[in-house]
């Protein structure tokens, strides 16, 4: 079962870390890790490589060095 984007900011936003897909819109992603940054929350996104270079930079900075891009395609 998936999770909503709700969910996933509610879990991060509790401490817990996690591995997502990059094929979740940037918006998204920057919402999720901007909530696990206030935790300290790692998470990992898979597949990064098919995100521009300008996404994964906002991506980054709402995660505040809690974020982790896998780039081996």
Do not use: H
């Amino acid at each position: 079962m998936s999770k909503s984007t709700t969910d996933l900011v509610r879990i991060a936003a509790a401490g817990g870390g996690m591995t997502l897909s990059a094929s979740k819109s940037t918006t998204d992603l920057v919402r999720i890790c901007a909530a696990a940054s206030s935790k300290g929350a790692s998470i990992t996104i898979i597949n990064a490589d098919s995100k521009s270079t300008t996404d994964l930079v906002r991506i980054a900075a709402a995660g505040q060095g809690c974020v982790t891009f896998d780039l081996s395609a």
